[in-house]
């Protein structure tokens, strides 16, 4: 599923990303896990993450990159999950995508996994969660 192009990406956004990063993107003083985070930031909405296009991306084997993370006490998949967590609550609050979008965006194979997932995150399923948010953006009149 992560080799295929999404056809839901955000061009803009990808491009903005692409742009950010220059070069080789990234500042002497970043770490490993600072570099995977924002490789994954731009690679995770185009449906082109994997820990071996990131450690491709860094010019590494997915081995030594995994070594790199481990000493920096964090793992490909905690560092995924967290980049995952922020722009779930971003698209599923803010925006008018769908949630089978937000899902393809994400990563997840259907929007079914993608609730699961959500639901074990934020103890809230997410059209709960965007009910619940765009109720409390609504401002309450009294006549």
Request: glycine share 6%.
């Amino acid at each position: 599923d992560f080799a295929s192009e999404n056809r839901l990406s955000d061009q803009v956004a990808a491009d903005y990303i692409r742009s950010y990063l220059g070069g080789d993107g990234f500042a002497s003083s970043d770490t490993a896990r600072d570099r995977v985070r924002r490789l994954i930031w731009g690679l995770l909405p185009g449906g082109r993450c994997s820990v071996e296009r990131i450690a491709s991306h860094l010019s590494m084997d997915r081995r030594t990159l995994h070594r790199h993370l481990t000493k920096q006490e964090t793992s490909f998949s905690e560092l995924l999950d967290g980049v995952r967590r922020e722009l779930a609550a971003r698209y599923v609050t803010h925006g008018n995508r769908s949630l089978t979008e937000i899902a393809e965006l994400l990563g997840f194979a259907s929007v079914s996994d993608f609730s699961h997932w959500f639901t074990r995150r934020f103890d809230s399923s997410p059209s709960v969660w965007r009910r619940r948010r765009h109720l409390a953006e609504i401002p309450v009149t009294t006549a």
